[in-house]
């Protein structure tokens, strides 16, 4: 398929070699002296892709010649000619069919392979007949395929482990990423890589660990992710048992304290109550109150509980009282009678 191409494009260039050569003879400058650098669109390509080789003057120009190499010595190294006053295209031996040169002196290598990486030369020459040349790079790199992605465990208990995860390529030199949830994993101190990063440790396994895992293998050319692969952690059922238990204690302790509380204050209520209507007429005044309480068989404690709530619940005096609090109100019943007679 190639022959039949590049017979003729060497038929059809045989003057234009020609003349290109007593040119190059008369007034080639080395390409060490271009101060300008060929872009390379993209940076690095993949196998299969397009690449653009910008020229970066758009300096006026009479023709633009793309040679493969960093030569122009080499006639078998010259992709074609553009005469951009006619805007005719000619091939050279090393037209491929993937080639364009564009008015702008831009070369388009379309359909790029692993041979195509290398040195390219653009050689422009001026109305005047000077002839400039500049160089740039093309890397093209393996084009990968999608990874698959492996665990020693899908689902896991809490802080156990470990679990492994494989990337699975058949790409060589190429790097490998772990990504969780989407976004590129951060390593901590319970997960571990392998040297080439093809499998991730994860050990102990903690619920955070949970999600999605994709690997990525890559090159400068191109990347390709793996499907995502769910890890479940499950709780650790005594662990969780403990601390439900641990709740569950306080809970009833607390509750335990109130109503012993709740039942020591109502004990109280009702002796006083039994008091305080046994004794209208001896409660004048609070001291002899106090005294006679002393005839019960805790009068100590009452006295004390009775006085710490009369002078507790005394600024609380506009405020209705609530009903959880019976001692205060019943106190302060007691209070105000006294002080009424
Ligand atoms: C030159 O022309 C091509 C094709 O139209 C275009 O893609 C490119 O951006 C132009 N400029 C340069 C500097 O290559
Ligand atoms: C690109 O090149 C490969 C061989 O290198 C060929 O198999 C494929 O058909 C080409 N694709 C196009 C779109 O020209
Ligand atoms: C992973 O699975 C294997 C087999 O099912 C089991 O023996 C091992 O304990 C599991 N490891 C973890 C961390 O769950
Ligand atoms: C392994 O991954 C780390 C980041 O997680 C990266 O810095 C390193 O370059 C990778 N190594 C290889 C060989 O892919
Ligand atoms: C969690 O459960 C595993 C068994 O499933 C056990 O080996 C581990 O010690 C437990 N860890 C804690 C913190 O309870």
């Avoid at 299969?48 to 633009?64: C, H, I, M, T």
């Avoid at 709740?262 to 006083?272: D, G, N, Q, T």
């Avoid at 305080?276 to 002393?294: F, I, M, R, V, Y």
């Avoid at 005839?295 to 002078?311: I, K, Q």
Wanted: charged fraction near 15%.
């Amino acid at each position: 398929m190639e022959a039949p191409s590049v017979t003729p494009s060497k038929g059809h260039s045989s003057w234009q070699g020609a003349l290109l050569t007593v040119s190059l003879l008369l007034s080639w400058s080395p390409p060490t002296a271009a101060q300008l650098t060929i872009e390379s669109v993209p940076r690095a390509a993949a196998e299969g892709q397009d690449v653009l080789l910008r020229n970066p003057s758009q300096a006026e120009a009479a023709f633009y010649n793309w040679y493969k190499g960093n030569s122009v010595l080499i006639q078998n190294n010259r992709i074609g000619t553009y005469a951009v006053s006619s805007g005719i295209f000619t091939r050279g031996p090393a037209y491929t069919g993937r080639e364009t040169i564009y008015p702008n002196g831009s070369l388009l290598l379309q359909n790029v392979t692993l041979a195509d990486t290398g040195t390219y030369l653009l050689q422009r020459t001026k109305a005047d007949g000077v002839p400039e040349a500049l160089t740039g790079q093309i890397l093209v790199f393996q084009a990968l395929t999608k990874p698959s992605i492996q665990a020693s465990n899908t689902t896991v208990s809490e802080h156990t482990g470990p679990v492994v995860f494989t990337c699975l390529t058949k790409h060589n030199g190429i790097s490998i990423s772990w990504f969780h949830d989407g976004e590129r994993l951060r390593l901590t101190e319970r997960m571990k890589l392998s040297q080439d990063n093809s499998s991730l440790t994860i050990n102990p396994v903690r619920m955070e660990d949970a999600g999605k895992y994709q690997c990525e293998v890559s090159n400068p050319g191109n990347a390709q992710k793996s499907d995502s692969l769910t890890l479940t952690v499950e709780a650790n059922a005594s662990n969780s048992g403990l601390s439900a238990g641990a709740i569950a204690g306080i809970v009833i302790g607390v509750l335990a304290c109130v109503s012993l509380v709740a039942a020591l204050v109502y004990c109280l209520w009702v002796r006083k109550t039994a008091g305080a209507g046994d004794q209208h007429d001896l409660t004048e005044q609070k001291p002899s109150a106090a005294n006679h309480n002393q005839e019960y068989s805790l009068p100590n404690m009452a006295n004390e509980v009775a006085y710490t709530a009369v002078s507790f619940s005394t600024p609380q005096q506009p405020k209705t009282p609530t009903s959880d609090s019976p001692a205060p109100v019943a106190t302060e019943t007691i209070y105000t009678e006294v002080k009424k007679k």
